[in-house]
Structure formats: structure tokens, C-alpha cells
């Protein structure tokens, strides 16, 4: 069974540029999570979705961040006008009905 | 709001010594409980989740006990081999509410030769 994929592996910005993340999750699972990682820190919740549909997006600055997954399959993150602050690694994660996320490995960004 | 506790950030001990790292948590439902290993430039890899039947989860000769009374999900293992240094992260999950997680932050455990 593949994993989670995530691309790209690594994105270098100056600060006020966009980016994209994409993400395909594991076949058949309906819910993806994003998350974000600042170094040595763990995983926080930025937004997720239940097939099209934002179940909870609370956590993203909504005036920088977009997210979104059109037909309940792959999904964009993308950041409109990066900071360095938004230094970090961003997970895309996905789970099924087993109540278990698997994460992929992560697009580490660097905002200079 | 849910919250976990990890307060070693860095345990550093000698292969074949146990390996305790502590997890507390802090919820108002009844939570399910997560230990995720990340080795280095790795993604968080599940290792142990809790069971709704007390049953203890075992993985790679690792476990851990919820512990409702206390609020506790502490990982144990008996003998640390080398391969085990990475980080370690306990989270919970809203269960019902869609399974996001919240993690702590995080445990480094190092095992010397």
C-alpha cells in the first residue's frame, strides 16, 4: 500500500513569496490532516478535512494560509506571502476509519 | 482545551538500560492516547496507540499503560538497543471529533554504546 506523498521534499523563499505544498493520501482514506513543525518543536494542527469539506481550520492564518481539497482526494496548502516565521516542516497526514494517522515525510521550508 | 506533557525533552542512557519516558495529559473526554517515533529528516511513524478495553499496547518491545486515574501514557521499554535513539511524541486524539491529534513536545531519547 503507498504511503502518504508529499512535494516538494525541501522549498527555499524569500520572505513575501508563495509557495505551495501538495499532498496525495493513502487510497481510501477520507480525512486529511495538515500540520505544521517548527524545529524542535512537535506537530500542530494547522487544518483538516472529512472528503471536500474543512472540518476545522482554526489554527490556520487565514490571512496567508489556504488549503484546500477539491475532490476529497489530494489537497494544496499554500502560503500566500511567506514570513520567517513560517520557517518550518509541513505534514500531510491521512487516516481512515482505524483512528490512526499516517503522515508523509514532510516539506521542509525555509523562509529567508 | 487538550493538552499533553512531556517534560524530559532529552534522555540519554546506555544500550540495554530501560527506557522510561513519561507522558501526562490533560483532557475533558475520555481520550485516545498515541506514542510516534520520528527518526532523523523521517516523518512521525505511529508506535503504540491505547486500546478502549485496558489492554496494553505492545510494539518493538515497547509499551505503554493508560493510566485514566492519573492521566498518564508513559513509554517503557525494557532494554534500549541503539536503533531506538530518535524522538518520541505522545498525543491524543478527540476520537469521536474526527481523530486530529495533539501532540506534546517531544522526547529525544539517545542510546550510548
Known amino acids: 500500500e503507498a504511503g502518504v506523498t508529499q512535494s516538494p521534499r525541501y522549498a527555499v523563499l524569500q520572505e513575501g513569496q508563495a509557495v505551495s505544498f501538495w499532498c496525495d493520501p493513502i487510497?481510501?482514506?477520507?480525512?486529511l490532516y495538515w500540520y505544521q513543525q517548527p524545529r524542535d518543536q512537535g506537530p500542530q494542527l494547522l487544518v483538516y478535512f472529512r472528503d471536500e469539506a474543512v472540518i476545522d481550520n482554526s489554527q490556520l492564518p487565514s490571512d496567508r494560509f489556504s488549503a484546500v481539497r477539491p475532490k476529497g482526494t489530494n489537497s494544496t496548502l499554500k502560503i500566500q506571502s511567506a514570513k520567517q516565521g513560517d520557517t518550518a516542516t509541513y505534514l500531510c497526514?491521512?487516516?481512515?476509519?482505524?483512528?490512526?494517522?499516517?503522515f508523509g515525510a514532510g516539506t521542509r521550508l525555509s523562509v529567508l | 482545551g487538550d493538552s499533553v506533557t512531556q517534560t524530559e525533552g532529552l534522555v540519554t542512557l546506555t544500550e540495554g538500560l530501560p527506557v522510561m519516558l513519561n507522558c501526562t495529559y490533560q483532557s475533558t473526554y475520555s481520550p485516545f492516547l498515541f506514542w510516534y517515533v520520528q527518526h532523523l529528516n523521517e516523518a512521525p511513524k505511529l508506535l503504540l496507540k491505547s486500546f478502549t478495553d485496558n489492554k496494553r499496547p505492545e510494539h518493538q518491545g515497547f509499551h505503554a499503560t493508560l493510566h485514566k486515574s492519573s492521566s498518564s501514557f508513559h513509554l517503557q521499554k525494557s532494554s534500549a538497543q541503539l536503533s531506538d535513539s530518535a524522538l518520541y511524541y505522545c498525543a491524543l486524539s478527540d476520537g469521536d471529533m474526527g481523530y486530529k491529534l495533539t501532540f506534546g513536545t517531544g522526547t529525544s531519547l539517545l542510546v550510548d554504546p
Open positions: 497526514a491521512s487516516s481512515g476509519t482505524k483512528n490512526t494517522l499516517y
Open positions: 487510497s481510501g482514506h477520507d480525512t
